[in-house]
Every structure is written in structure tokens, then in C-alpha cells.
């Protein structure tokens, strides 16, 4: 019985230039999400950023001249354009590692090349049913009434995924959310000002906005914080689907010793949780 590699090919072989061709493209697609997520196993929030902020993939033959005994020999270039520079921070730190589960996968690469997307390219999504998910995700939790148990440990799910974006480095990110010992999220009248150490947006009518509470031992490292990235945490959570209208810090009480909303792995938990003592 042939395998489904050889059954494929033999499908492509069949089939017209076009469809050939498009075919081709939606195998390396797969095969490209299969190695993010390879590589980033340990870590899968970060594979879906990087997958969510891929703009677009190709495969080319190294077209420079070069010098040596290789010199006449062919190499293959796997490019990958990215709209997001924490994201390329990311992947520059892990290319060997991106290339090698790229080689697993099938694809016979022997160098990785990342770009900026720019212009046209930035509006592209590889991947868009990625921030489908998300979106649709997050507004039939919160869609008429405040967020409690599960719904809120996604949405802060969300949160935690704003601060990756807007931090340039993945321990930097992890800095800032390991300050926070709990955090909540609770629907809030769209007149509602925003308080100390916050960063708000406008509210349309109808739209259902929440108030991000951060519970820390250090208000004032906090606030300074808040006040000089809240801003960019609420717009990253927005175009995620989560509409946040500000960011308040609070003193952690003592039932919050030893215990943290975001986790490295796994699901956030809920100030509410933590503070009846689940969670840690």
C-alpha cells in the first residue's frame, strides 16, 4: 500500500500547473504549523502567536553567487514574512530549532530567512482562522453579561497574550506577568472613567467593555507600568477580541502568597479562584 506522501505526489502529478501549484502551497502551509508547533511544544502560546502573526511563507533556490566546493550546488531558502518584531525576536532565538522541525517535516531547507511584512503584506493572515477563533471566541463569552469561572480564565488567557505582543522579548513579557498575583476582569458602564495606572479606549454603544484589575505586592513598580504599556496591552487585547477600558492595580493580600493568575503552561486562574484558594 503506498504512503500518503507517495499517494500525493502522485495526486499533483495529475493534476493541472495550477492546481498543482496550489496544492503544493496548502501542504507547505501544514507542514510549516506543524513545525511552529514542534518547535514551540514546551511553549504552545507561543507557537500560536507566531503562527497567528505569519503574514506569508515561500520556498526559493539562494540565487547569490558563492565561493568553495558548494559553490555550484543548490540551496533552498525557506522565508517567512512576520508583522510582529516580538514575534522575529522569538523566532531569530529559536531559527535552529524552527529549521530542524522544518527538516522533520518534510521540507528540504537548508537555510531560514524571516522579513518584516510591510504594506499590502501586514493585511495577510497565513493563518486567520486563528484570530477568527479567537474573536468569536471571546465575544460569545462576554456578549451581555460579566465574564466568572472558566469565561474569565479564557479572556485573561487573552490578556496574557497582549502582553507577548507588545513586549519585544519573551522573559520580558514573563517579568511583567509574574508580578501579578491575581488578576480579574468585570464588566463596566461604558461612562466609567479610567482610574490610577490606566490606559483606556472610547466605548461604542452597546459594546460590552471590561475593567482589567492587576493585584501585585508592588503598586508602584505596577502603576509606573501600566502607565507606560497599558495603553498597548489594550489595543493588542482589542484586535484579539477582548475590550478592555482600563487597568487598575491593587495591593495583593496575604491569601494571595505564593500564588499567580498566568501560568507558564496552562490556563490563567482567576483572582476569584485564587482567593478561595484554588489555584496557585
Given at each position: 500500500m503506498?504512503?500518503?506522501?507517495?499517494?500525493l505526489?502522485?495526486?499533483t502529478?495529475?493534476?493541472?500547473?495550477?492546481?498543482?501549484?496550489?496544492?503544493?502551497?496548502?501542504?507547505?502551509?501544514?507542514?510549516?504549523?506543524a513545525?511552529?508547533?514542534?518547535?514551540w511544544?514546551g511553549?504552545?502560546?507561543?507557537?500560536?502567536?507566531?503562527?497567528?502573526?505569519?503574514?506569508?511563507?515561500?520556498?526559493?533556490?539562494?540565487?547569490?553567487?558563492?565561493?568553495?566546493?558548494?559553490?555550484?550546488?543548490?540551496?533552498?531558502?525557506?522565508?517567512?514574512?512576520?508583522?510582529?518584531?516580538m514575534?522575529?525576536t522569538?523566532?531569530?532565538a529559536?531559527?535552529?530549532?524552527?529549521?530542524?522541525?522544518l527538516?522533520?517535516?518534510?521540507?528540504s531547507v537548508?537555510?531560514?530567512?524571516?522579513?518584516?511584512?510591510?504594506?499590502?503584506?501586514?493585511?495577510?493572515?497565513?493563518?486567520?482562522?486563528?484570530?477568527?477563533?479567537?474573536a468569536?471566541?471571546?465575544?460569545?463569552?462576554?456578549?451581555?453579561?460579566?465574564?466568572?469561572?472558566?469565561d474569565?480564565?479564557?479572556?485573561?488567557?487573552?490578556?496574557?497574550?497582549?502582553?507577548y505582543?507588545?513586549?519585544?522579548?519573551?522573559?520580558q513579557?514573563?517579568?511583567?506577568?509574574?508580578?501579578v498575583?491575581?488578576?480579574?476582569?468585570?464588566?463596566?458602564?461604558?461612562?466609567?472613567?479610567?482610574g490610577?495606572g490606566?490606559?483606556?479606549?472610547?466605548?461604542?454603544?452597546?459594546?460590552?467593555?471590561?475593567?482589567l484589575?492587576?493585584?501585585?505586592?508592588?503598586t508602584e513598580?505596577?502603576?509606573?507600568?501600566?502607565?507606560?504599556?497599558?495603553?498597548?496591552?489594550?489595543?493588542?487585547?482589542?484586535r484579539?477580541?477582548?475590550?478592555i477600558?482600563?487597568i487598575?492595580?491593587?495591593?495583593?493580600?496575604?491569601?494571595?502568597?505564593?500564588?499567580?493568575?498566568?501560568q507558564r503552561?496552562?490556563?490563567?486562574?482567576?483572582?476569584?479562584?485564587?482567593?478561595?484558594g484554588e489555584?496557585?
Amino acid at each position: 500500500m503506498q504512503s500518503l506522501s507517495t499517494g500525493l505526489n502522485a495526486l499533483t502529478d495529475r493534476l493541472g500547473p495550477k492546481a498543482a501549484a496550489a496544492l503544493k502551497r496548502s501542504r507547505n502551509k501544514e507542514r510549516y504549523r506543524a513545525a511552529v508547533e514542534r518547535a514551540w511544544r514546551g511553549r504552545p502560546e507561543v507557537a500560536r502567536l507566531v503562527l497567528m502573526h505569519t503574514n506569508g511563507i515561500y520556498i526559493a533556490k539562494d540565487e547569490r553567487p558563492r565561493k568553495g566546493p558548494d559553490r555550484d550546488r543548490d540551496i533552498w531558502v525557506f522565508g517567512i514574512y512576520l508583522d510582529d518584531a516580538m514575534v522575529r525576536t522569538e523566532v531569530d532565538a529559536w531559527q535552529s530549532v524552527l529549521l530542524t522541525a522544518l527538516r522533520q517535516e518534510g521540507l528540504s531547507v537548508e537555510e531560514l530567512r524571516f522579513m518584516p511584512a510591510k504594506w499590502d503584506m501586514r493585511q495577510r493572515r497565513l493563518f486567520p482562522e486563528l484570530w477568527e477563533e479567537d474573536a468569536t471566541a471571546v465575544s460569545e463569552r462576554t456578549g451581555g453579561r460579566s465574564l466568572q469561572g472558566r469565561d474569565e480564565s479564557r479572556a485573561l488567557d487573552v490578556v496574557k497574550r497582549a502582553v507577548y505582543l507588545v513586549f519585544e522579548d519573551t522573559e520580558q513579557a514573563w517579568a511583567f506577568l509574574e508580578q501579578v498575583r491575581g488578576a480579574s476582569l468585570d464588566e463596566v458602564p461604558a461612562t466609567r472613567d479610567a482610574g490610577e495606572g490606566t490606559a483606556g479606549e472610547g466605548c461604542r454603544q452597546g459594546e460590552k467593555r471590561y475593567w482589567l484589575t492587576f493585584y501585585v505586592d508592588d503598586t508602584e513598580a505596577m502603576k509606573r507600568l501600566a502607565r507606560s504599556f497599558g495603553g498597548a496591552i489594550v489595543s493588542r487585547a482589542r484586535r484579539l477580541g477582548l475590550r478592555i477600558r482600563g487597568i487598575s492595580v491593587r495591593q495583593a493580600g496575604p491569601e494571595l502568597a505564593g500564588m499567580r493568575t498566568f501560568q507558564r503552561q496552562g490556563a490563567s486562574v482567576p483572582y476569584r479562584l485564587l482567593k478561595g484558594g484554588e489555584g496557585s
